[in-house]
């Protein structure tokens, strides 16, 4: 997953500030290490040239089974070979209750049927 940025890609995730693929894979790895059983949804927001904006919400529990629904806001810069050179993200931490999950799907892609974040009014 980390080739498709590029080598000296920057990135600001909540208050941490990542700058390249091998901080990128540490990034990643102690993210899903504490951000278990995740499923996200994206939404497209806004393109130009080589500049993407979405949306997201995803949910997931720590180790302690406490479950939380994040929602953000994602906006993505492209070289010209396609590959990320910026990637910003602002993300907000809600506590949910297990009940209280929207996104039920087996571990893996969104199935193509399942709702999107306009559908819940997210």
Request: zero cysteines.
């Amino acid at each position: 997953m980390a080739l498709a940025y590029t080598p000296d890609s920057e990135w600001r995730n909540r208050s941490e500030f990542v700058n390249g693929r091998e901080a990128i894979v540490g990034f990643l790895t102690r993210k899903w290490q504490r951000e278990l059983e995740y499923r996200l949804i994206k939404e497209l927001w806004a393109f130009t040239e080589n500049r993407i904006a979405v949306r997201f919400a995803y949910e997931w529990h720590d180790d302690s089974g406490n479950w939380f629904r994040s929602y953000g806001n994602e906006n993505w810069e492209f070289e010209a070979n396609g590959l990320m050179q910026k990637r910003f993200a602002s993300i907000n931490d809600v506590p949910i209750r297990q009940q209280d999950r929207q996104f039920h799907w087996p571990q893996g892609p969104r199935p193509d049927d399942h709702p999107g974040l306009s559908d819940f009014g997210f």
